[in-house]
């Protein structure tokens, strides 16, 4: 993964995402961290400054690019990128890679080509500025992250912890992002822009050490059958008492909860091609019966 930066860049627009990639590097999950510039001695807005590479490792597709946002009234007064970063940022999205950027990092994109046509975001002091510098952008306000092939951007500042968790939830499933939302002891927040893409994240901005436990089980087995009995005993709980902990901290039952995730997984496999029939046995459906029922429902 490369972070790249650019002078005045924002410590947190940068520490917020590095922190949520650095704890997925600690779990095991294979991430390796560089962070890059054009220059080597990289000023920030607050004043601390940083050192990066000059030189970009190889990346392939499976890589990301992560632009944080810097100190700017108006896009277009720093951050201006030299052809080869911006060629760098274009050729990633065009051979597969995914590219993102927090705050105003949205116009190192725009300035790789990358929003004509698409739909992004940025700060909301800077929203009317994207519009008017890329005319052919479709800039959405009053949202946290925006997603649009492979294209990510966010609002900015703190957003860039949403984005991060929803890249780390769309790579690794919710319960990865759910255990690093927990690490870094942050609410993992909705878009508000389309609908949320994981039920999990909805539902685990509480503090239930038990229902957490529960939903660690649910998150990891969702396709197989969890008896109550079964979660109360992961918890070391009643039923009764995880019935009322489960619905007071997520407003769901256990079975219901269990329920958003199958929906949502055999949603993904339709996206991709599946028939509602194979979607339905993926996820964990007796028959395809109770998957169109919820469907209709949704």
């Known amino acids: 993964m490369v972070f790249l930066l650019v002078p005045q860049v924002h410590l947190l627009d940068l520490a917020g995402p590095a922190q949520v990639f650095s704890t997925v590097r600690d ?8 962070y890059v510039a054009e220059r080597e001695e990289v000023p920030t807005a607050q004043g601390l400054p940083l050192r990066a590479q000059t030189s970009w490792p190889p990346l392939t597709r499976d890589d990301l690019i992560l632009v944080p946002g810097w100190r700017a009234s108006r896009l277009g007064e720093h951050g201006r990128l030299t052809g080869s970063t911006r060629a760098r940022i274009a050729g990633h999205h065009a051979g597969g890679g995914t590219v993102a950027s927090v705050c105003a990092g ?98 685990r901005d509480h503090l239930s050490d038990v229902v957490h436990r529960v939903q660690d089980v649910i998150d990891g087995r969702f396709a197989e059958r969890l008896p109550l009995r079964e979660l109360a005993g992961a918890a070391g709980v009643s039923e ?21 995730l199958r929906l949502e997984r055999a949603e993904h496999l339709i996206g991709h091609g599946a028939t509602v029939e194979a979607a339905a046995r993926a996820a964990g459906f007796e028959d395809a019966r109770m998957l169109r029922r919820l469907r209709a429902r949704a």
């Open 27 to 34: 779990l095991g999950l294979g991430y390796e961290l560089h």
């Open 106 to 203: 949205a116009d190192a994109l725009g300035q790789a080509g990358l929003l004509d046509g698409r739909r992004c975001t940025t700060h909301h002091g800077l929203q009317e500025h994207l519009a008017r510098r890329y005319p052919n952008a479709r800039v959405v306000r009053d949202v946290l992250y925006v997603v649009d092939e492979r294209v990510v951007t966010s609002a900015g500042i703190a957003s860039g912890i949403d984005l991060a968790l929803h890249l780390v939830a769309t790579r690794h499933g919710p319960a990865v992002a759910a255990q690093v939302a927990r690490e870094m002891v942050v609410y993992a927040r909705r878009n508000g822009d389309e609908r949320q893409h994981s039920a999990m994240l909805r539902h």
């Open 240 to 260: 009764r008492t995880l019935t009322r902990a489960f619905g007071e901290a997520t407003g769901l039952t256990p079975l219901r909860y269990q329920q958003l």
